[in-house]
């Protein structure tokens, strides 16, 4: 334990705590309970307190910027609704395994308990959704918890912690104590891979013949890219990542396979069906990657590297689980790998049939505007050294077709949650981590609604973000999905009549705004928008209503249900 | 088929809630939980049966070391140990009955807590699966009330 030996308050404590912790940024919003915290935080010059317009607006930047830079985001937020604001981006955090600290503000000690005003038992509430939370009941205890709730967030698996401070706790005083190290009992997560593991892991790679990597947004947290780069080009094995691991594998080399899953490549989602050695690193086997899972891999052993041994076997049973840091992991088969392996070449060239069987393509009959265009437009301008981040939904899924990802920590997207909303304010989060890249969001036009608030966010920071709008005035996702599987019925999926005029918009906010109706509009509104360092500037791209993404493994099939064009071409427009 | 589970905790606020929302979160069965202090006074031990084949109790076990306030984890199901449950049920209590009631309680090496004009408290203690096969008896004589404490369980020692 270090004392300082000063007696300070609560708030002081907390401030006191971030600054040791390195925190540059806090993304928060004040309230009733934390009036303390914001009097102190009134002459705070170190810590940057960024002021959102909505607390879910708060966790997303504070995620975007976690995901961007690798530390952990830093929300604070006042007691009841400030608090239950955060669910949302809480949830998505731990979907996304996204290292983040949120700190509530809560009614008096005394009154908890009372249905006080302002009271929600935030704690309860966010138990299933956070990777662990706690309540401080006694400012001495305060320090000590912060410090473990940073620990947690960003040891093991990362994820989001809260810490939820009674104000009586932020008015009173105490002595610090600063614990130096971190001790949790019930919290030794394992980072080294069981030798004997990997050994076996390294004799599986040495003899397949059509081995592939399928890689996970673990590879990306544990920042173990360069070790998968040297392993897949020493052993020539094609790789296949994940819509969280994109990035982890420059999507301009070779053996790059794109995404898998739903919306993946038709040849990674081939060479899955028929690879005979999957090795799954910082993956989790989602339903949206497997499919029907008895249809999975089938002819592969399994090779799954996960940090959280929860993960192992819990969607598809593998044949060798390897508990452990990817990084560990990957640098470890390196070690260890024989000298000889097998000839991959022909698999390479089987894989290469499907990609030139089956390339991803788009329409450009007439001189209408397509999601596709403007996403490899983008992808083109900014030769892939973009921070992308994306909103959900059929731009999401272009996104990761379209845009060629070089490099890690490139792509910020709601993946496991699917929050409607993330984009904007997770871009401009990113923006304050990332400061020599262009930060671009590819984002709906139901999306940018949900959390347009955060505009004057971005204004106000003069934050350099291209909002590209994909404006199709469809819940595109949606609608995809009523005219393959719900007979057409475009239920409450149409926005045509009632969107805002964006452009309209943005200027309101102070923000500036261009349109776009034809790919030759588009790519000069890129350009303009590329160049405009001056505060965020919006593109309203008005794209066709009706396409859809393809390829499609439908919810719950198997490779063999692929779709990749419209079944009935009447419909197209 | 059933399993039994010991879990040492943090003995705190939140620890068995933390638990017990895990295993609604994740659709787990959750037959009974019981939990008290150990030896340790910041340690409480959790008894946890719970039911389900051997991939779905494989991921209960991960699940419950994965809380940050769970210590230890063992699943005692075939290990040597020891089980008990208590049992407290109120019957009815009639004149023509009395002698039976009485018999079966010795049999059953229950013990009487209370007695009143109409009715009678007994409290069995025993394996869970002796608690059932006594509340099954006990029945026919009219179950006013009953309360069960859910299994605790401990290994055997060396």
């Not at chain 1, 390339?359 to 983008?378: A, C, G, K, Q």
């Amino acid at each position: 334990m270090h004392s300082s030996g000063k007696t300070l308050n609560g708030s002081e404590i907390f401030i006191e705590c971030l600054r040791r912790e390195n925190v540059d940024y806090i993304f928060g919003y004040p309230g009733g309970s934390l009036l303390k915290v914001y009097e102190t935080l009134y002459d705070v010059k170190d810590i940057v307190h960024i002021l959102v317009r909505h607390e879910q607006g708060a966790t997303h930047m504070a995620e975007g910027y976690a995901r961007a830079t690798g530390k952990p985001g830093v929300v604070l937020v006042t007691s009841g609704p400030g608090a239950t604001n955060t669910v949302t981006g809480i949830a998505n955090a731990y979907m996304d395994s996204s290292p983040m600290v949120v700190f509530t503000g809560q009614v008096p000690s005394t009154l908890i308990g009372n249905d006080a005003f302002q009271e929600a038992d935030i704690v309860g509430i966010t138990r299933p959704i956070t990777k662990h939370n706690f309540l401080v009941k006694d400012v001495k205890e305060l320090a000590m918890t912060i410090r473990k709730a940073f620990y947690l967030a960003t040891t093991g698996r990362p994820g989001p912690v809260l810490v939820d401070m009674p104000k009586d706790i932020l008015n009173a005083s105490c002595v610090m104590d600063w614990p130096e190290t971190v001790e949790i009992r019930g919290f030794k997560p394992t980072l080294k891979c069981h030798i004997n593991q990997v050994e076996k892991a390294a004799q599986k790679i040495a003899h397949a013949k059509r081995p592939l990597f399928y890689i996970g947004g673990g590879v990306i947290s544990a920042e173990a890219s360069e070790e998968l780069r040297a392993l897949a080009i020493q052993q020539n094995i094609p790789v296949t990542m994940t819509l969280q691991g994109l990035g982890a594998f420059p999507g301009n080399h070779p053996l790059s396979m794109g995404m898998l899953g739903m919306h993946g490549t038709y040849w990674a989602n081939q060479a899955v069906n028929k690879c005979d050695l999957l090795i799954a690193v910082g993956a989790r086997f989602d339903d949206r990657v497997t499919g029907k899972v008895d249809t999975f891999a089938p002819q592969a052993y399994k090779i799954h590297n996960d940090i959280d041994p929860t993960n192992v076997d819990k969607n598809i049973q593998v044949d060798l689980p390897v508990v452990g840091d990817a990084k560990n992991f990957l640098a470890a088969l390196l070690d260890v790998m024989p000298g000889t392996k097998e000839n991959r070449d022909p698999w390479l060239a089987e894989i290469n049939a499907w990609r030139e069987q089956c390339p991803l393509s788009y329409s450009s009959e007439d001189n209408s505007l397509r999601t596709e265009f403007v996403i490899e437009e983008v992808s083109k301008q900014t030769k892939g050294n973009a921070v992308v981040v994306t909103d959900v939904g059929q731009h999401q899924m272009w996104t990761s077709q379209f845009y060629t990802f070089l490099n890690p920590r490139s792509i910020i997207t709601s993946g496991g949650l699917g929050t409607m909303g993330y984009g904007l304010p997770a871009a401009i989060g990113a923006a304050f981590g990332i400061k020599d890249r262009p930060v671009v969001l590819f984002c709906g036009d139901g999306g940018f609604m949900m959390n347009i608030q955060e505009l004057v966010t971005a204004v106000h920071h003069k934050i350099p973000i291209k909002i590209f709008l994909i404006n199709n005035s469809f819940l595109g996702m949606v609608r995809q999905w009523q005219e393959l599987f719900h007979q057409e019925k475009y239920s409450f999926t149409d926005l045509g009549n009632s969107n805002p005029d964006f452009v309209k918009v943005a200027e309101a906010f102070g923000c500036k705004a261009l349109m776009a109706e034809n790919p030759d509009g588009a790519k000069e509104a890129i350009k303009e928008a590329l160049a405009w360092n001056d505060g965020p500037i919006l593109v309203d791209f008005r794209v066709v209503k009706k396409d859809m993404v393809f390829p499609m493994v439908p919810a719950g099939g198997s490779i063999s249900d692929m779709l990749l064009a419209r079944l009935n071409p009447k419909t197209m427009v | 088929m059933k399993h039994i589970i010991s879990v040492l905790v943090e003995n705190k606020f939140g620890s068995l809630n933390q638990v017990a929302a895990m295993f609604s979160a994740r659709g787990f069965n959750l037959e009974s939980i019981s939990i008290g202090e150990t030896e340790d006074r910041e340690i409480s031990r959790m008894t946890i049966v719970t039911r389900g084949d051997d991939q779905i109790i494989s991921q209960v076990l991960k699940q419950l070391n994965r809380l940050v306030d769970t210590i230890k984890v063992i699943d005692l199901t075939r290990q040597p140990h020891v089980e008990r449950e208590l049992l407290l049920m109120t019957l009815k209590l009639t004149k023509t009955q009395q002698h039976e009631i009485f018999e079966l309680i010795n049999v059953f090496k229950g013990k009487v807590v209370d007695i009143k004009q109409k009715s009678i408290t007994i409290e069995v203690i025993g394996s869970p699966d002796k608690i059932n096969t006594t509340i099954d008896i006990f029945r026919v004589y009219g179950i006013k009330e009953l309360a069960r404490s859910g299994a605790v369980a401990i290994h055997r020692g060396e």
